[in-house]
């Protein structure tokens, strides 16, 4: 493994968008963040203790 040169951040985050192309992932990942999000702000305002009233 010594002649795997070490990632120099951040002058190698290019390489990461090389793998994950931006126009073919960037909407599924947005929509399963705000799948995340709600299902959170759901669960929350479903306990009771953070409601409005």
């Known amino acids: ?3 795997v040169a070490k990632p120099s951040n ?4 290019w ?3 090389m793998v994950v192309n931006p ?3 960037l909407m ?3 929509f399963a963040v705000l799948l ?3 299902t959170i702000h759901v ?3 479903k306990l009771g203790i953070f ?3």
């Not at 951040?10 to 985050?13: A, G, K, M, Q, S």
């Open 51 to 53: 409601t409005w009233g």
């Open 10 to 13: 951040p002058n190698d985050d």
């Open 15 to 17: 390489k990461f968008w």
């Open 43 to 45: 669960t929350v305002l």
């Open 23 to 25: 126009s073919t992932w």
């Open 28 to 30: 599924p990942i947005f």
């Open 36 to 38: 995340i999000v709600l």
């Open 1 to 3: 493994m010594s002649e």
